[in-house]
């Protein structure tokens, strides 16, 4: 999909407000302590509100699903939905770490932030670095990874 493809679909998402379900309380007590430091010791994420970046300012549930669930498609206006199935690849299942093909937080900030060459995902230039640490963080929640800080 060309540049200015993806423009008309950013626009699109962004304009879009939807409501976001309450996270159930034993995936939020599946961690001891809610914020992990990251590799550079410089910030601490923080699970709830990279789910809320997740699922709101980052707009990753329009392709990834709501809390990334790739079965449970956000409400999306028609034409937004038809670019995104029109994805190819489709979308990555980011619950399911063995068919993950990014592996480090490094290479997930990079793709978050640049794009991921291949697929149809687009840099986010609007993430502030807390935002990326708390999103980071949430991502390692709902893959269970029991290295979060990698």
């Known amino acids: ?17 939807l409501g976001i379900p ?17 590799p550079s010791g410089k910030l601490k994420g923080n699970i709830l509100r990279g789910r809320e970046i997740f699922n709101g300012k980052g707009v990753c549930y329009y392709c990834h ?3 990334g669930d790739i079965g449970r498609p956000p409400r999306l206006a028609a034409d937004t939905a038809m670019l995104i199935g029109k994805l190819n690849p489709l979308p990555t299942d980011l619950r399911n770490p063995e068919i993950l093909r990014l592996k480090t937080n490094k290479e997930r900030a990079r793709a978050i932030r640049e794009g991921h060459p291949g697929t149809g995902m687009f840099p986010d230039t609007t993430m502030t670095d807390q935002d990326l640490t708390d999103t980071l963080l ?3 929640l709902i893959r269970k990874d029991p290295h979060p800080e990698q």
Request: proline letters at 5%; charged letters at 10%.
């Open 1 to 17: 999909m060309n540049k200015a493809a993806w423009s008309v679909v950013f626009g699109v998402l962004l304009v879009s407000g």
């Open 22 to 38: 309450a996270i159930p309380t034993s995936v939020t007590q599946a961690w001891a302590d809610p914020t992990v430091s990251q």
């Open 65 to 67: 699903g709501i809390d």
């Open 138 to 140: 949430y991502l390692a």
